[in-house]
């Protein structure tokens, strides 16, 4: 088991396993795909900001479930939902079409020539939701799904294991980019060439592009070393492979299957009214009339 300080540090990572023993952690990677494969389709064509933010709420309680604290997930979340808002608001203003029949919430600061319409808040916030929701998602599946389970598990589902440890090489590869970034981040603070040094575009196109290219040509060594690595072991020699660890599928991934198909046809069925139940109101029904 990794120690305590170890699993705080992969904590700081975006996309980086937690070893744990939650539910999550415990059901088939398979299991996960198919409810992020579900949960994305869902997330797409559910028009209802409600529902949007039900989905995602959804997703919060399952990380909170996998027993990763809520400091971990809003540090996760904090420059997503930073970068987000600034998109609601340009979006509020350039999205929007100049239909005269096209309802106007309210005019901002006043002024005829700045009108807030509705459907430019509501495509704001449906893409609002939609790109968080699939982020925290790609979040909660990378945390609690070791990539070694996750090669197995595709393994026994007859997929060629170059592609599926090729694609484990990927989701390690993640974290990597992250601690390189920080290093580099590190190593330009010792050097006095930090954020607060930077205060003309040229300082700035220089501190941005020193970092990526540092952390671009880091991350290309370490991948030359896994490929002669991986050579020297002769990967790949072989057309079938015998492991020992097998990843099995037990009876609380069928129950996790068939909740998430009866949700999945719940959801289909209510969004083409073949449900005798009342529809959810708008948000602009809520607040404005």
Not at 19 to 33: A, D, E, G
Not at 78 to 94: E, G, P
Not at 134 to 151: C, E, G
Not at 177 to 190: F, H, N, R
Request: hydrophobic fraction near 55%; charge should be positive.
């Amino acid at each position: 088991m990794p120690s305590r300080n170890k699993l705080l540090d992969n904590r700081q990572y975006l996309f980086a396993y937690i070893s744990n023993n939650s539910f999550m952690h415990k059901l088939n990677p398979i299991s996960k795909l198919i409810f992020l494969l579900f949960l994305t389709i869902e997330t797409f064509i559910i028009g209802s900001i409600i529902l949007q933010s039900a989905l995602f709420l959804l997703v919060i309680i399952l990380l909170l479930l996998s027993k990763i604290k809520p400091k971990f997930i809003f540090k996760k979340l904090r420059f997503m939902v930073i970068i987000l808002l600034i998109s609601v608001v340009l979006n509020i203003f350039f999205n929007a079409l100049p239909n005269e029949d096209e309802i106007v919430l309210f005019y901002l600061f006043n002024v005829p020539f700045l009108p807030i319409r509705r459907l430019a808040v509501y495509f704001a916030l449906r893409a609002f939701f939609i790109l968080l929701t699939l982020y925290t998602s790609a979040i909660l599946f990378t945390n609690t799904t070791s990539p070694k389970d996750f090669v197995y598990s595709m393994m026994r589902m007859r997929i060629p294991y170059k592609f599926c440890f090729a694609f484990m090489v990927g989701l390690r590869f993640i974290p990597s980019i992250e601690e390189e970034a920080k290093t580099i981040a590190l190593a330009q603070q010792a050097r006095g060439f930090n954020i607060e040094k930077v205060k003309t575009l040229r300082k700035a196109y220089a501190f941005i592009s020193e970092r990526m290219i540092g952390t671009l040509v880091s991350i290309l060594r370490k991948g030359q070393t896994v490929s002669l690595s991986m050579e020297n072991r002769c990967f790949g020699v072989f057309k079938n492979r015998t492991n020992l660890i097998k990843v099995k599928f037990k009876f609380s991934d069928l129950v996790f299957m068939v909740l998430i198909i009866l949700g999945f046809i719940f959801i289909i069925l209510y969004i083409f009214n073949f449900l005798p139940i009342p529809r959810i109101p708008s948000l602009y029904s809520i607040f404005f009339t």
